[in-house]
Nanobody
Framework: QVQLVESGGGLVQPGGSLRLSCAAS????????MGWYRQAPGKQRELVTT???????NYADSVKGRFTISRDNAKNTVYLQMNSLQPEDTAVYYC?????????WGQGTQVTVSS
């Protein structure tokens, strides 16, 4: 079973940046759609961005132009670069690997945007 481990969360001031990492326990990017999701207190988990095995990506409207997903195949790691962070970006951020039949989630990493 593949394991995903997120890191890079923390406290940042509005307008700041963070880069999250999601390390997979083995090479999976050729078969799995990798994605970042987030869940704010009292809200449902929502899609932030995904990247397909072919490298195409899509973003939620709320993060377009501010967040960028990327991956390093040699390191089995997916990244989420987050710029111009705002308080409404505060949430637990989760990494997910998905095929048609399988979803694998990481444990999540907390991002708090506050002055």
């Amino acid at each position: 079973q593949v394991q995903l481990v997120e890191s890079g969360g923390g406290l940042v001031q509005p307008g700041g940046s963070l880069r999250l990492s999601c390390a997979a326990s083995r090479s999976i990017f050729s078969r799995y759609v990798m994605g970042w999701y987030r869940q704010a207190p009292g809200k449902q988990r929502e899609l932030v961005t995904t990247i397909s095995p072919g490298g195409s990506s899509n973003y939620a409207d709320s993060v377009k132009g501010r967040f960028t997903i990327s991956r390093d195949n040699a390191k089995n790691t997916v990244y989420l670069q987050m710029n111009s962070l705002q308080p409404e970006d505060t949430a637990v951020y989760y990494c997910r690997a998905a095929t048609i039949t399988t979803y694998i989630w990481g444990q999540g990493t907390q991002v708090t945007v506050s002055s």
